[in-house]
């Protein structure tokens, strides 16, 4: 099945610029109660995911580094553990399932390159729930 039936469109999605700062990043996923946002460019392009772990790793591999100082550090600065995959509109959801395994959410991407959205994990998970042979 196409995932656009499972898309939650960007103008819906908690995401942040990628030349944003450290401390907009913690800020956001904490008011948002979000574990992992996506990264967007200037152009609109999905850059990659910033995760709670990045962020604590960074104030752990920076002694000097206050909650204060996090204002200067820029995200670009801070090592990302992972690298979430996105997808093309077009793919289908049988295509998300070992992505979902290791990401919160799976990006979308449209035929340039611009981020459209994400599918969260809960969806790809009550697709292949409700596709699952019953016994």
């Known amino acids: 099945m196409n995932i656009a ?9 908690i995401y942040l610029p990628v030349n944003s ?10 008011y948002h109660r979000y574990t992992a946002v996506p990264l ?7 850059s990659g995911t910033i995760t709670e772990g990045d962020l604590l790793w960074k104030m752990k ?4 580094l206050t909650f ?3 204002e ?4 670009t600065e801070i090592p ?11 793919a289908e959801m049988e295509d998300l399932l070992s992505l979902a395994i290791v ?17 969260r994990r809960r969806e790809i998970i009550e697709y292949y729930v409700g596709h699952s042979p019953r016994k």
Request: charged content about 25%; overall charge negative.
């Open 5 to 13: 039936f499972f898309l939650i469109p960007k103008k819906e999605v």
């Open 21 to 30: 700062t450290m401390r907009q990043a913690l800020e956001k996923m904490e």
């Open 40 to 46: 967007i460019d200037e152009h609109g392009k999905y």
């Open 61 to 64: 591999n920076t002694p000097d």
């Open 68 to 70: 204060a100082d996090t």
């Open 72 to 75: 200067r550090v820029m995200i």
């Open 80 to 90: 990302w553990r992972m690298t979430n995959s996105p997808v093309g509109v077009n």
């Open 103 to 119: 990401q919160n959410f799976v990006p979308v991407v449209d035929d340039s390159e611009i981020f459209i959205g994400i599918i």
